[in-house]
């Protein structure tokens, strides 16, 4: 996806408790590619808290920062945990 975009993976056979516990920790692993040469970084992120179970998503920020929240609603939506923020130059 481009900067500022918004993209979709699908992951087959991916759990997650039906109960949030402090400490759940997830890998995310991506892929900054430049050019033609890939620049995979990954990072150890905890799953903020969620109160029911859903979807993971995964958020990416500037400074390969990662939050990873778990929500019955898509981003966009105004009951997604993170909301979305409008590009920094508007």
């Not at 859903?54 to 400074?63: D, E, Q, R, T, V």
């Amino acid at each position: 996806m481009s900067r500022w975009g918004a993209g979709m993976a699908n992951i087959c056979c991916t759990s997650i408790p039906y109960v949030w516990h402090p400490g759940m920790k997830v890998l995310v692993r991506w892929d900054m590619p430049q050019g033609h040469q890939h620049i995979v970084k990954d990072k150890l992120v905890e799953v903020e808290k969620y109160s029911e179970p859903g979807s993971i998503c995964m958020h990416f920020f500037p400074n390969d920062e990662v939050r990873v929240v778990v929500s019955r609603v898509g981003p966009g939506n105004s009951a997604h945990p993170i909301s979305y923020s409008e590009h920094p130059d508007n």
